[in-house]
C-alpha cells in the first residue's frame, strides 16, 4: 500500500499530446488507408475463381432489388422511376469504402415510409433529404460517433423493426385489393380499407393474394429434399423477380382492347437520370411558388435526425448480422452510408441504407467480395435503359405483395422470444417502441422507445447494488455495506440515505447500537466529486450518531477521488486481507489511542 501512497493524492491526467501524435503517426500508416479505403486490402488478394460466384450473386440480387425498388418508390409516393434512381449507386460506392462482403446498399421499406410524408408529391424534397442525410452521416463516420449506436438497445431496435413491418404492409393492403387509396398509418390504412372494401377489384385481389401466396411457397423451394438444390436454391432467391414476369405476362395477355386486367404502376421514365446537382431549391407542385432552400429544410424539420439515425441504425444492424466472426467498423460503415447517399442524389436518388432481404440473397448466392454490388447496379442501369416500357406494365397487386410478403420475415420473431426467455422486463421496451411507432409515427416512437430505455438506466445507475448487514464482532455492531459494481453522482445520495437509514433504525429497536460501519468498496474503479462528497457528509451525519465509518480495500482510483478532496479523510481508508485483520487494525488503533491519552492525562 504504501507504494501506492503517492497516487492518492496525485491524479493520473490522460497525455493528451502523446495520443495527438500518436493519432497523427497512425493516420499516416498503411493500416489507416486500409481502414478508410477497405478496397485496398481485399482487392490484391482477389482470385479470379470469386469472379464467377459474384457475378452469380449479383445478377440474383438484381432480380430481387429491381422489383423492390420499383415497389419502394411507390411507399415513398414518388414515381416508380426514382426508386430504380436509387438502387444502383450504392453498390458501386460501397465496393470502395464498405467493410462487409454480404451488404447491399440501396431502397428500403424503412426509408421509402420515413421519406413519404415530406414528399407530397415534389420528389426534390425525397433527394434533399438524401444528400443532406449522406452529409450528416459521412460526418458522424468522421468523427469516430459509431460508438452512439450502443445507446440503442435490441429491445428497441427489435420493436422498431416490427412496428415498420406492420406499417408498411398495412400500407399495401388497399393495393393488394385493388382499391385505390392515399392513406397512410396503421390505423387510417385499416380504416379505409374497410370503409372502402366494396371497391375491391376482383382481378388484382385474386393476382394479389395469389402472388402472395406464391411467394411464400416459392420461399421454401430450397429447402426441397429432392431434384437439383441449387437450382431451386436460385429460383427461390430469385422469386420476386419470377412474381414481376408472371404478374407482367398476366397483364399483357389479358388486355382487352388496351383496357388492363389490373391496376399497374404506371410509366416509368425511360432511361439513365441525368447527373445533376440535388435541389437546393423547387417549386411548390399546386401554387408554383418557388421554395427556397432554408424553406426547405424548415418543412422536411425532423427527419434530418430520424432518417439519418434510422439509416446508420438499419445498415449497422445487417453488418453486423453478417459479419461472421469480424468486427464491425461502425464509424467505417457509417462513412461508406453516408458517401453512397451522397453521391446517389446526383442522381435524384431517396435516401438509402443497408437492405437485410437483399443482403441475406447476397449471402446465401455465395458472394466473396463487395464487387457483387457492381454486376447488382449495372443490372438496374440496364433495366433503366432498356425495360423501362416492360415495368410499366407491373400490377399494383403484385408489387403490394412483393412488399408484405418481405414484410412477414422482416420481424425477428427469434429475437423477440429470446426477449421473453431471457429478461421479462425488456419486453416494456420493445412494447412501448412498438406501440408508440404503430400509432404515432416511426421517428417519434423510436425516440420514445430510447428514452423509456434510457429510463432503466437512469433507475439502475440511481440504486446502486449493494448489500446492508450488521452483525457483532468483539462486542462491536459493525454494519457492512458490500457495494456491487459502479457508485455514480445519481446514486450518491440514495446511498448515503440507505446507510443513514438503517443505522438510525438499528438504533431505536433498542439493542445495542452500531458503532461502525464499514464500506467494503473492491469493486468500484471510480467515483466522481458528487460521491466524495456525500461520503464526507456521510461520514459527518454518522459521526451525530456516534457512529465511525472505513472504507475498506478501495481501489486506489477511487479513494484518490476522496483522499485528494480532503486529505484528512485519508483516515477513513483501510486496506487488508481479511475482516478480522481489519478489525484487529482498528481495535489496535483504538488502544494505542487510549494509552496516548492516559500518558497525556498524567
Partial sequence: MRDNEDDLYRERLPNVCGAVSSKARS?????????????????????????????????????????????????????????????????FVYILLGT???????????????????????????????????????????????????????????????????????????????????????????????GHITQTRRNDAILGCCTLVLLLLMRQLKDLPFGFKSVWKYISLARNAVAVVIGILLCYLLKNDGKLPFLVSGSITPGLPPFKLPPFHTEDPETGESISFGDMVSNVGTALVSIPLLSILESIAVAKAFSKGKIVDASQEMIALGVSNILSSFFSSMPITGSFTRTAINNASGVRTPLGGAVTGALVLLTLAFLTTTFAYIPKATLAAIIIAAMFFMVEYETIGEIWRAKKRDMLPFLVTVLTCVFWTLEYGMVVGIVFNALFLLYKSMKPQFFLATEKFNGIEVTMADLKGSVDYAAAEYLKMSIVSHVTQRNSEGGAPTTLVVIKGHEIASIDTTVALNLKSLREDLALLKCDMICWNWSIPAAGVICRMDRKLRSMFKFSKSFPDLMQTIADAEAADSCIAVDLSQ
Fill in 100 to 194: 462487409c462482403k454480404d451488404i447491399t446498399v440501396g431502397p428500403t421499406a424503412i426509408m421509402a415510409l420515413m421519406v413519404q410524408p415530406y414528399v407530397d408529391g415534389n420528389p426534390a424534397y425525397a433527394v434533399l433529404i438524401c444528400f443532406l442525410s449522406g452529409c450528416i452521416i459521412t460526418l458522424m463516420g468522421l468523427l469516430n460517433l459509431g460508438v452512439l449506436m450502443r445507446f440503442i438497445s435490441v429491445p428497441v431496435t427489435t420493436g422498431f423493426t416490427m412496428a415498420a413491418a406492420l406499417t408498411i404492409a398495412t400500407g399495401q393492403v388497399n393495393s393488394l385489393f385493388g382499391i385505390s387509396s392515399s392513406a397512410s398509418g396503421f390505423l387510417n390504412s385499416w380504416i379505409y380499407f374497410f
Fill in 27 to 91: 493516420c499516416c500508416s498503411m493500416r489507416s488507408v486500409h481502414r478508410y479505403l477497405p478496397v485496398t486490402d481485399w482487392l490484391p488478394k482477389y482470385q479470379w475463381n470469386f469472379l464467377a460466384m459474384d457475378v452469380v450473386a449479383g445478377l440474383t440480387v438484381g432480380l430481387t432489388a429491381v422489383p423492390q425498388a420499383i415497389a419502394y418508390g411507390a411507399v415513398a409516393n414518388l414515381p416508380p422511376a426514382y426508386g430504380l434512381y436509387s438502387a444502383f449507386m450504392g453498390g
